[in-house]
């Protein structure tokens, strides 16, 4: 019990019996922060160990032609994960997703909701890049979604942000196209790991940079997905 809480007892006239073997609220909080620190380094280090994993597949045909696998990148105790279709042609050259012209654009999509690109966690539905960019398929994702499964449990994020139409159906196995997909509060909810995280759904920043116009909707998205991180909807 704090002091000032034991002062207004005793000032009440109330007689307060602390045990003495009672660990003290300070030292509680303590050992609740050591217990947390741990816990978060044992997920960065299981993060660790899943990227070898994931360098190591041979799942699906785009094992053949990448150059690296792209893992993911960030914080692995992020509030928000960010989620992108698959590398392009500079992520499978870097290893690292969203480094091109999206990229940027999605850096300063994030820093207009306050949020620096090592704050959060980015990773995409593949981690290998689709030849000349075309599209997914389906037994490419199935092959590759244990991967994010377990990011997502390990990282724990408080947001999930599905960036693009192929995020946010592969994500969330929901084939509603992305313009009736944003502007709503999905959630993504794994029985198996107890897992139940708000989603939002906006569009992907290379569609934004052919059509700047729609910048203005995934800012409307991107409000939303703050409210509903604050719990204020
Ligand atoms: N587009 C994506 O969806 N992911 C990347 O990593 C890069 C571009």
Redesign the pocket.
Known sequence: MQPTQLQYLKALGIDVWVDRNMPSLESAVENQSILNESAEQAASSKLRTLEKQVAKCTACVLHESRTQT?YGVGNANADWLII?????AE?DKQGE??V?L??ELLNAMLLAIGLKREQVFIA?ILKCRPPNNRDPRLEEAQACENFLKKQITLIKPKIILC??RIAAQNLLKDETPIGKMRGQRYVYADTDTDTNIPVVVTY?P?YLLRSPKEKRKSWEDLKMAVKIFNGES
């Open positions: 792209v992108g279709e698959a590398p392009g992520e997703p969203f091109g999206a990229g995409n960036v693009g992907h290379a």
